[in-house]
Structure formats: C-alpha cells, structure tokens
C-alpha cells in the first residue's frame, strides 16, 4: 500500500519560509519522479515543481528562484523549500507520484498541507 504524507505547512507573513516534507510508504520514491502541486480556493490544481528519479528539477514560473525541490533517498521524503512566500502562494499543497500498470497510469497523492501567506 502506497502513502505519501505531507507536512510542514502553516500560517506565515509575507516575505517568509517554509518547508513541506512528503514522506512515502510502500514505494522507493528515489525510483520515481516526484511533484508538489498546489490548490488554492476556486482554482485548479497546479504543478509547482518536480524532481525527477535522475534528479533533475522543474518549476512553475511562478515559483522559479523562490522555491526549491529536492529529496533525501534514505528518509525516502521529498522536500518543498519555499522562500520569498507571498499571497498568491496561499493554498493547499500536495505530493504525487505515479507509476505504470497493466491498467495504465496509477497516481498516488498525499492528503495535502496547508500553506497560509498572509500579507
């Protein structure tokens, strides 16, 4: 059984920091691509970073020199650092992952953390 857990989130003034963790169960994350995605109210879910199993990253514009992506292999947890944090940032975050079957594309999500900017 696959679990990603997130956390880390919380209320913070503009301008500063946090970091969300995504610890993972059933699954050797370092073998997969790994993103965080965020939802703030009446907008869709929306890629904010990836990283890769070679290790290579990608990032929403919004988020690029702001946030970083990494992952530590032997807690088997994948880290959002988000600096800079302003408003618009405001929302619900969540980790994925997904792997292929027989029956196609399986993702798995997190039960997501909430990350408050205010201003």
């Known amino acids: 059984q696959v679990q990603l857990v997130e956390s880390g989130g919380g209320l913070v003034q503009a301008g500063g920091s946090l970091r969300l963790s995504c610890a993972a169960s059933?699954?050797?994350?370092?073998?997969?691509?790994v993103g965080w995605y965020r939802q703030a109210p009446g907008n869709q879910r929306e890629l904010v970073a990836r990283?890769?199993?070679?290790?290579?990253?990608n990032y929403a514009d919004s988020v690029k020199g702001r946030f970083t992506i990494s992952r530590d292999n032997a807690k088997n947890t994948v880290y959002l650092q988000m600096n800079s944090l302003k408003p618009e940032d405001t929302g619900v975050y969540y980790c994925?992952?997904?792997?292929?079957?027989?029956?196609?594309?399986?993702?798995?999500w997190g039960q997501g953390t909430q990350v408050t900017v205010s201003s």
């Open positions: 994925n992952t997904n792997r292929m079957s027989l029956g196609g594309r399986v993702d798995y």
């Open positions: 990283i890769f199993s070679g290790g290579n990253t």
């Open positions: 059933g699954i050797i994350f370092s073998f997969f691509d």
